[in-house]
């Protein structure tokens, strides 16, 4: 079964930067692609950044040039480095990650870990 476990949320003051770090485990799939998404408070859950298998990225714009996604120690790992921080970007984070098998593909979702911004 696969396993995703985030790390790294917690409180910064505006302006200032978190890495978050996400690890798949249990699975020796393949990796189609490793994403962040966030939900804030009331809000719905949205793409923040996609790093896929090959290597390319995709940012939502409200945190181009602020927020990187890369990948970890393994191909089943992926950081997201954020720098400028505002407390709009107070949420919790999921790592998502959608897994190749020989049968097809799955998505996988982590607990999430929360960042909180205080102004």
């Known amino acids: 079964q696969v396993q995703l476990v985030e790390s790294g949320g917690g409180l910064v003051q505006a302006g200032g930067s978190l890495r978050l770090s996400c690890v798949a485990s249990g699975s020796s799939a393949s990796v189609n692609a490793m994403a962040w998404f966030r939900q804030g408070p009331g809000k719905q859950r949205e793409l923040v950044a996609r790093l896929t298998g090959a290597g390319d990225t995709h940012y939502a714009d409200y945190v181009a040039g602020r927020f990187t996604i890369s990948r970890g120690s393994s191909e089943r790992a992926v950081n997201l480095d954020m720098i400028s921080l505002k407390p709009e970007d107070t949420a919790a984070f999921y790592c998502?990650?959608?897994?190749?098998?020989?049968?097809?593909?799955?998505?996988?979702w982590g607990q999430g870990t929360q960042v909180t911004v205080s102004s």
């Open positions: 998502n990650a959608n897994l190749q098998f020989s049968g097809g593909s799955i998505v996988a």
